[in-house]
C-alpha cells in the first residue's frame, strides 16, 4: 500500500513549483495568426455542448450501425489566457450515433472537479502538461485530471481516460459526466492511462505511470469490471511512457530516452530528452508472472503510440511508429500560432521484432510520415496482417491528411489523400459481423474540413481505401479534434 500511495503522489512532480504562466499574450498570437491561417482552427477553442444531425454525402452501408465515441482537448482558453500545449486542453467527448442511413453528434465537456472548479472560478488554477500554474494546490492526480485522451466503451459504460488518472465514467448515451471511478478502493487516484487493451474474453489490460516514480502498475480487469490481477513494476529511469502493446504472452512498452528535471516549469518542460546518451528500451513484462521478463535496446527515439504484438515463435513481432527526436515541443507550437517552421517530420511505422534467444531488436520499415496504427479489434493480442495509419503528405507531423491500410506482409499500403484544407483524425476498422478477413468491414474516422470550418465522420470500405470515402457525414459545425476513440456496433 506504502508504495502506492507514494507512486500516487509523484504526479505532482514539476508541476507545482512554477508560477502561473497562462497568459494572454498566447492568446492574442493565437487569434492574430488564425484570422491569416484557417488551418489553425483545428486549436481555436470550444465553449458549450454541441448537437446536431450530419448531413450525408454518398451511401451509408446499411449494416454499419452502432455509436463512434472519440475524445479530445476542448477547452484551450480562460479568463483572457490560453494555455501552451495541444494536450493541455479540457477532455471534450463525443458521440457519432449510426444508424438506418443517418449520422447524429453530440459532444460536451467531461465534467471532472479540475473542469469544474476552473469553470467557477473564471480561470486556469490547476498546473498543465505543457503549462505551468500554481493558483490552487494540487492534493491528488485527479485534481489535475483532464479526461481528454481517450473514450471506451465497456462493461454498459462510458470511460473518459487521461495519462495520469482516474477513469471518469460518462453516460453512455447523454455523455453526462457520472464521477471518478476507482476500480478497487485502495486504487483511488491511480494512474489508468488512455490506452487500455481489450483481450478476447471481453476483459483489458492497462497500465499507470507517474513520471519519474521508476514504476509501472499493471492491471487485469475481467468483463465485469473487477480487478483480477495487479502489480508495481520496477522501471528504472522510466519517465515518459503513454501506451503498450499485448500479445499472447507479453506486455510490451517502448520507453523513449527522457530525463526527469522537476521544477523546471510544466511536466513538459521538465522532460529533457536524453538520446544522444541513451537508447529506446522496449521493456518486456510477462503476463503469467507480471514480472519484467527482458529489455531490449534500439536506437534512440521517440514514440506516442504501437499497433499490435502477436508471438512469433521464439520471438514477439510489434508495430510503432517512432519519431527522431524529441517531439514533445511539436503539439505546442500551433497553441501560439505557429504553423510555419516546423520541423520536418522523420517518423516511420516500423515492425520490430524482439528476439528472445539473442537479446537483440530488429525493425523493418512499414511505412514513412505517420501516427495513429490501429489493427482491427478481433486480432488485437494475435497475428495481423493489416494496420491503419494516418499519412502527413505536407511533411510536417501535425497536419496529417491521408488514410493509409498497410499490408505487413507485403509492406503495400492501400492509400487516399484528403488534399489541401483537410485534418484527418484516427481512424478504426469496424468488422461486418462474422467478419472472415481483416479488411472485411470498414474504416471509420473523422476528418477536419479547415476550409469550410466542419467536422465530417468518414467511412471507407477496409478492401479498397483507395476508391475514397464510401460516405461522407458532414456537420454544420467544427466540433473539436479528438485524440483517440472506439468503435461500439449496435
Not at 51 to 70: H, K, M, Q, T, W
Not at 412 to 434: I, M, N
Request: aromatic share 8%; charged share 20%.
Amino acid at each position: 500500500m506504502s508504495s502506492r500511495r507514494q507512486f500516487i503522489s509523484l504526479a505532482a512532480l514539476g508541476l507545482v513549483s512554477a508560477p502561473a504562466l497562462a497568459d494572454s499574450e498566447t492568446q492574442r498570437r493565437f487569434h492574430a495568426a488564425l484570422e491569416r491561417d484557417p488551418r489553425l482552427s483545428v486549436y481555436a477553442d470550444t465553449v458549450g455542448e454541441l448537437s446536431g444531425e450530419a448531413a450525408i454525402g454518398g451511401s451509408l452501408p446499411s449494416d454499419l450501425n452502432g455509436v463512434f465515441y472519440r475524445n479530445g482537448p476542448g477547452r484551450f482558453e480562460l479568463g483572457g489566457e490560453r494555455y501552451h500545449h495541444w494536450f493541455d486542453g479540457d477532455g471534450f467527448a463525443q458521440r457519432w450515433h449510426i444508424a438506418g442511413g443517418k449520422v447524429s453528434h453530440r459532444g460536451r465537456f467531461v465534467a471532472t472537479q479540475k473542469f469544474t472548479e476552473e469553470s467557477r472560478a473564471g480561470q486556469f488554477l490547476f498546473p498543465a502538461f505543457g503549462t505551468a500554474i500554481n493558483r490552487r494546490g494540487v492534493k491528488s492526480n485527479d485534481s489535475v485530471n483532464t479526461a481528454n485522451t481517450n473514450l471506451l466503451p465497456f462493461n454498459g459504460a462510458v470511460y473518459a481516460l487521461w495519462e495520469g488518472g482516474s477513469a471518469t465514467e460518462l453516460d453512455p448515451v447523454t455523455l453526462a459526466t457520472r464521477g471518478v471511478k476507482a476500480w478497487r478502493p485502495d486504487l483511488k487516484a491511480m494512474p489508468f492511462s488512455a490506452h487500455p487493451k481489450l483481450d478476447p474474453d471481453g476483459g483489458l489490460w492497462n497500465f499507470g505511470n507517474a513520471p519519474g516514480g521508476d514504476q509501472l502498475a499493471i492491471y487485469r480487469l475481467n468483463a465485469a469490471g473487477e480487478v483480477t490481477r495487479m502489480a508495481m513494476v520496477p522501471v528504472p529511469q522510466l519517465n515518459m511512457v503513454h501506451d503498450f502493446v499485448v500479445s499472447a504472452r507479453h506486455l510490451i512498452f517502448l520507453l523513449p530516452p527522457y530525463d526527469m528535471q522537476p521544477g523546471a516549469g510544466s511536466l513538459a518542460e521538465s522532460m529533457r530528452w536524453a538520446g544522444g546518451d541513451r537508447p529506446l528500451r522496449a521493456v518486456v513484462i510477462a503476463k503469467d508472472t507480471l514480472a519484467l521478463r527482458q529489455v531490449f535496446e534500439l536506437p534512440a527515439r521517440s514514440v506516442f503510440h504501437l499497433g499490435n504484438a502477436f508471438e512469433d515463435g521464439a520471438c514477439t513481432r510489434l508495430d510503432a511508429v517512432l519519431h527522431e527526436g524529441d517531439v514533445l515541443p511539436d503539439p505546442g507550437l500551433p497553441m501560439h500560432g505557429e504553423m510555419r517552421g516546423l520541423r520536418e517530420n522523420r517518423s516511420n511505422t516500423v515492425q520490430i521484432t524482439l528476439d528472445y534467444a539473442t537479446g537483440t531488436a530488429r525493425e523493418a520499415r512499414l511505412f514513412g510520415v505517420s501516427e495513429f496504427p490501429r489493427v482491427a479489434p478481433q486480432v488485437v493480442s494475435a497475428r495481423h496482417r493489416k494496420l491503419v495509419v494516418l499519412g502527413a503528405a505536407g511533411g510536417t507531423d501535425l497536419i496529417l491528411s491521408t488514410v493509409n491500410l498497410i499490408d505487413t506482409d507485403s509492406g503495400k499500403a492501400d492509400s487516399y489523400s484528403f488534399g489541401p484544407g483537410w485534418q484527418v483524425e484516427e481512424h478504426v476498422l469496424v468488422p461486418r459481423r462474422g467478419a472472415r478477413s481483416e479488411a472485411d468491414g470498414y474504416l471509420v474516422g473523422a476528418a477536419q474540413d479547415t476550409r469550410r470550418g466542419q467536422t465530417v465522420l468518414t467511412v471507407f470500405d477496409a478492401h479498397n481505401i483507395a476508391a475514397g470515402p464510401r460516405a461522407l457525414a458532414r456537420l454544420s459545425y467544427r466540433a473539436p479534434v479528438c485524440f483517440h476513440g472506439n468503435f461500439l456496433a449496435a
